[in-house]
């Protein structure tokens, strides 16, 4: 970083307070301006404020060669890293909050500005979510390997219009949660393929139940760049214990999110930014289901499609 005694960017150091150096003034718009006629006008638009952007950043931060070089290597670690398993450049984002930023964007131009119905709050999707989760009937188990410290909870409720307030019948809520040691199942060779995920449909009174395990805190992959980025500002990785749901169909616009155990750790310091106060649930437990433990009444509301 450049400091007061080292060379400015006009090679004239003398050890003074010196002033900023003065940079190119038409460099962003001769930058801009190269875009051919052909770019969509989104492109267009949306680059040239990307361009301007980092330009602004780069002479605000004067930041050096070296310092875009670590930046550039971080990025290529994130691609090399990444697989079909493991998205690390989606981490990246992740930990800057940049996922629940678009996440939050997303969702509300879904709704409009002036709707006055309430939709379940949506939650970024994260890196583990499968396209391939078999169907499974309601009331189904997604523990497939029990672990010794699993608790067990009847998870249920009702899927409803957020305008009407109905019940939506043919609704598929798919559910996907790590095991407690905080590893999902394409990350740990130790656990049957597809423990801990399934995709229930919703009855003709917008039911959906399952069994699966009071969810843990647990850390995000911290072996690659976004731990070393979250080492470097002194963070930890931790998210607090949660459960993923993505619920939607042909007719309702899916939403993706996730529901947090209240009394869960890491509830403020979330490493990726997603907890909101209303997908606070609780874990309450019960003697009345010879099956589980604990009981978690989670209804939903979605948007019809336009
Ligand atoms: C997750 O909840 O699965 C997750 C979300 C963001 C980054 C890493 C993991
Ligand atoms: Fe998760």
Not at 114 to 128: N, Q, V
Not at 230 to 241: E, S
Request: aromatic share 8%.
């Amino acid at each position: 970083m450049v400091n007061d005694t080292t060379p400015s960017a006009n090679g004239n150091s003398n050890g003074s307070t010196k002033q900023k150096p003065q940079y190119d003034p038409e460099f962003t718009d001769s930058v801009i301006s190269a875009t051919g006629p052909n770019a969509s006008p989104r492109m267009r638009s949306v680059m040239a404020s990307l361009i301007r952007h980092v330009h602004d950043f780069a002479r605000e931060n004067d930041i050096t060669i070296d310092e875009w070089m670590q930046a550039v290597q971080m990025i290529n670690w994130a691609g090399q890293m990444s697989n079909e398993r493991r998205n690390e450049s989606q981490l990246l984002c992740d930990v800057i909050g940049l996922e629940s930023l678009v996440d939050e964007i997303t969702n509300k131009l879904l709704v409009g500005a002036g709707a006055d119905y309430e939709l379940t709050k949506s939650a970024i999707l994260g890196p583990f979510f499968r396209h391939d989760t078999p169907s499974t009937h309601n009331d189904a188990s997604i523990i497939k390997n029990m672990p010794s410290d699993g608790e067990i909870a009847y998870m249920h409720g009702i899927i409803r219009d957020a305008v009407t307030g109905k019940p939506i019948e043919n609704v598929i809520v798919d559910i996907w949660q790590c095991s407690t040691n905080g590893l999902y199942e394409q990350q740990d060779p130790a656990q049957t393929e597809f423990n801990l995920r399934g995709k229930f449909t919703t009855d003709k009174n917008g039911y959906y139940g399952l069994y699966c395990l009071r969810p843990v805190p647990y850390p995000v992959p911290d072996d690659g760049p976004a731990g070393k980025l979250l080492q470097l500002l002194d963070r930890h990785p931790f998210r607090p214990a949660h459960i993923h749901i993505i619920a939607g169909n042909n007719e309702y616009t899916p939403l993706t999110t996730q529901i947090f155990d209240k009394k869960s750790k890491y509830l403020i310091d979330d490493s990726v930014f997603a907890v909101k106060d209303d997908l606070l649930v609780d874990f309450k437990p019960t003697k009345a289901n010879s099956k589980a433990s604990l009981e978690l009444v989670y209804d939903i509301r979605l948007a019809r499609k336009s």
